[in-house]
DNA sequence: CCGCCTTGTGTAACCGGTTACACATAACTT
DNA sequence: AAGTTATGTGTAACCGGTTACACAAGGCGG
């Protein structure tokens, strides 16, 4: 490994100096620097993050944890992330936490004792003390939260929209599907829906799952069907359950969008591959990513006057699963 | 910040001591031992990974480089590579290159100046110098290599078996689909296929695409339908690009399996969603993740007689858009 | 010509751990 | 009882950077 050391006696100079050229900071001569810069290019030299981050107690990294980057909802936050961040020099330490408290603390603890600068999560359990304690920029994605900077879309409105589609559509049995209860973002959209249901004059069932794997999804459609033969509208927890639906409707003959309307929720890019297409509520998902990514970064810069929340519209999608009015 | 330091003055002793309690080696009196356990619980400490990572010039991280996260494949071997990386406490830095050279070498950069204590990559650049000048362990994954150790499914089987598929199963017009010429697996997997189909007695066509997007894949599949009219069976370059061509042959009205047939490659979990559900070549993603992870803590741990490449199995998964027999 | 500011560079302390080494005491050997 | 070994603990060097501080030399105003 080559260090500041070997290229200070390489140009001849002392480690300070070969420290000011790297930072471009405090007074080094022209001809000085010319020399440690051939040093450096020659002994092809690159400073130890680690050394630095010790001392400076700051680092290029960041922890970002996430459920679970299978569900392919989150790889678009994480590349949202990613792509803003390494614009500034900062990595990714990553995490997938399963919904898991234990995994969780695990990696928030392991981001700490690796100096990151900040720390991006999408946690359902903010109210620990570990994030109390923590004296480090935070920013919850895809999470509400009145004590940290979060960003997020529109949970509830989106629930909303999707129940006052089928509702608009002429839909008349609908069945909606409630996530899993220990999601956050699951409930507050499945709380918007059944607020829009109640208000109208429909009739409506719920059916509750505790997951968003692909391979449960198709039970839960299964299930659906098996329970509510005649419903006519479903709204899907979200867009892999609902494409699921979307496959057991077909296998049981249902002409989509006529007898049975469908809505998803997320607009994952698989979305627009299914047959039908699926009309669903758009998350900004990449977006999302690139706003939580601002904001911790304004917040470690220390900006002032820096947004505490930022929520980010969401959307209707009509594709093939709902019916032209 | 608590550091050792306020560990030892708690417990009335030295940072030395503290430091062989915390690391379980030379000796400890038995009380002393619970003192400073003591100490450490009150204070809530956990050693600073920065500083032993300094010294020791090792960590627990290991960095990780996928071409695209977003791309539903990736997710997978990132879940491997995790799962089994954290059961002996490693952290992954996750970086995506986007096949693109420098942001790969921009990434390997980082992770050397993070102490990383190994990477495993999905490069299509072995051959350049950064690698070979990189004194880490490096387990290549989902890419082959004479030089280093690799973790790959045999995509030269994979390619023949979704030809031999379609030939046996009577396509007699084959599109086969060519994947994006920098992706190395990509033009493996083609080499196989043309293979089994220059041996056959078919008539078959090339399609050159340049990229898996989903955005792009539509467009794929209507190029294709459009230069190729009467085609019987596909050889898609991946599931995404199947399941656009699904969709697009459903647009036109074409009967499948019937009238035509298609074959996928990779298996990734939404295959298993489309409508009809898309025959396709397995590729044991989750599998290869974690093998690439247990071969990269061999080689860390310096276990001798390790593998030097591990070649997992390629598998048919037939389902509804081929024909049975 | 003298004092002061600007420029340029080196020395050494520091970040928070780990460990080689020194030293002291207790426990065995013979 | 003296020598040897095992046990327990502290001091200080070290990892590879950054930076406070000291010091020297040159430029400039009065």
Known sequence: MVTIKDVAQEAGVSVATVSRVLNNNGYVGADTRKKVMKSIAELNYSPNEVARSLYKRESRIIGLLLPDITNPFFPQLARG???????????????????????????????????????????????????????????????????????????????????????????????????????????????????????????????????????????????LFDKYVDTDGVIASNDIVGIAIIHEALKRGKKIPDELQIIGYDDIPQSRLSYPTLSTIRQPAYEMGREAAQLLLKTIKKESGVERTVQLPVELVERKTTRKE
């Open 81 to 223: 992330v990613e792509d803003e961040l390494s614009r500034s020099g900062f990595r990714l330490l990553l995490g997938n936490s399963d919904e898991n408290v234990e995994k969780e603390l695990d990696y928030i603890q392991t981001f700490v004792q690796n100096n990151v600068m900040g720390i991006i999560t999408a946690t359902n359990h903010v109210d620990y003390d570990i994030y109390e304690a923590l004296n480090l920029p935070l920013v919850l994605l895809d999470r509400t939260s009145e004590e940290y900077p979060a960003v997020y879309a529109d949970g509830r409105k989106g629930g909303r929209l999707a129940a006052q589609t089928l509702i608009d559509k002429g839909a008349e049995r609908i069945t909606l599907v409630k996530g899993p209860a220990h999601v956050k973002p699951a409930q507050e959209r499945f709380q918007g829906a059944i607020g829009a249901l109640s208000e109208a004059d429909v009739d409506f069932s719920v059916l509750s799952t505790t997951s968003y794997s692909f391979e449960e999804a198709q039970g839960w459609a299964e299930e």
